[in-house]
């Protein structure tokens, strides 16, 4: 039985292209590889025994160089192409074995798709384009322009509805394409390198757009690209293609600690890692906490033991009240004045799921240590600007 937050799966997928398919599959059976197999009987391995399952409201990214067999997988899961053995599912239901007008509903209802080179109408507007999917669903012209409307003011096109696609640059282009994807309010977005075709500049930007709208609408996606900053900035998981199989399926974080093999240590080598890593995979426990209620001659033994010049300190809670440096923990017992009045309350602080992108201003700008919190203002650990930076090699 499929757990109910498994919304896609691949199951023993395989697409061979050309003839004899039966030798191909016999040969790949026996160990034979895609080359090998091409070579002797001229027949394509475009994927071989590919599994994966994709939770509900995921963004599931499948990297891969050219001729991996990336947009062949994503374009199993509308039935664009149909797979020569295995299956693809939706909920739990085989989409390869839905009837004609199963398919078609699938389609409409269930599923959207973005593509690369935008697919849109030229001979239409994009209030027109975005609309289109609930013109043929039937959906009343006032109601349909409201909806689309919504989605354009949503991807910040707003007051570029009426213009004509001709007129928009490749990023207005793209945003129209999600926009009109989204509008049919699908439960699944397959976006086959969709920023690709931008300069890296419009790129980034929309990278970041778009990170936040399948999140704010609750949806799934499974997103194709070449580009490993791309895949991890952008996927909760991460599945590596090559030639045809599936390598390895992981979060960013921890493919980029334990990759599979050398072929996933090879790509991943030139990856940002100030895109992928955390706070939360940097952080230490701090060595010396102090109690907002110490005194002050409790407060420099703790740090004198740890031979720091400052410590953190928190209230009853483990909630982080500030720092306190040694030498005003040293004038507090001279003055003979409450340590909490010497406390500096507010330090530099930051959430376990920050990228060390976010982190690397933060540690230049302060004399502490990074303090990481959670929600509540808990204490987690600590971030040094040591870590920071051997983080980066």
């Not at 849109?120 to 609930?134: E, I, P, Q």
């Not at 992928?276 to 230490?284: S, Y």
């Amino acid at each position: 039985m499929v757990s109910p937050e498994i919304i896609l799966e691949a199951r023993n997928l395989s697409v061979i292209y050309g003839s004899p398919k039966r030798e191909a599959v016999r040969m790949m059976e026996e160990g034979s590889d895609k080359a090998g197999v091409y070579s002797k009987t001229g027949a394509t391995v475009a994927l071989w025994d590919v599994n994966f399952q994709v939770k509900r409201g995921e963004l599931f990214v499948i990297i891969g160089l050219s001729g991996s067999g990336k947009s062949t997988l994503v374009r199993c899961f509308n039935q664009l192409l149909r797979p020569t053995s295995g299956h693809v599912l939706f909920e739990g239901r085989e989409i390869d074995s839905m009837k004609k007008k199963e398919l078609l509903e699938f389609r409409r209802d269930k599923v959207s798709m973005v593509f690369q080179h935008f697919g849109l109408f030229t001979h239409r507007s994009v209030m027109d384009n975005v609309a289109y999917g609930l013109e043929v669903r039937g959906i009343p012209p006032e109601e349909r322009h409201a909806k689309a409307l919504e989605f354009i003011r949503m991807v910040g096109l707003d007051g570029w509805e009426g213009k004509a696609i001709s007129s928009l640059s490749g990023g207005m282009k793209q945003r129209v394409g999600i926009a009109r994807a989204l509008a049919n309010d699908p439960e699944v977005l397959l976006m086959d390198e969709p920023f690709s075709a931008l300069d890296p500049i419009v790129r980034r930007e929309i990278q970041f757009e778009f990170l936040q709208i399948p999140r704010k609408l609750n949806k799934t996606v499974l997103f194709i690209t070449h580009d490993i900053d791309e895949a991890f900035k952008l996927g909760d998981t991460v599945a590596i293609m090559r030639d045809g199989r599936i390598i390895q399926v992981d979060t960013p974080e921890e493919m980029s600690a334990n990759p599979a093999d050398d072929y996933v240590r090879s790509f991943i080598e030139g990856a940002d890692r100030s895109q992928v890593l955390t706070a939360k995979n940097i952080m230490t426990v701090p060595t010396c906490l102090i109690r907002v209620r110490n005194d002050p001659a409790g407060a420099i033994r703790e740090m004198s033991h740890g031979n720091l010049s400052s410590a953190y300190v928190v209230d009853d809670r483990m909630r982080l009240v500030g720092v306190i440096p040694m030498d005003a923990a040293l004038k507090c017992l001279r003055d003979k004045t409450p340590l909490s009045e010497a406390v500096e309350r507010e330090p530099v602080t930051t959430t376990e799921d920050t990228l060390l992108s976010d982190i690397i201003p933060l540690a230049a700008g302060t004399r502490y240590p990074i303090a990481v919190v959670d929600p509540d203002g808990v204490l987690k650990g600590i971030v040094s600007r040591a870590a920071v930076l051997s983080s980066l090699v």
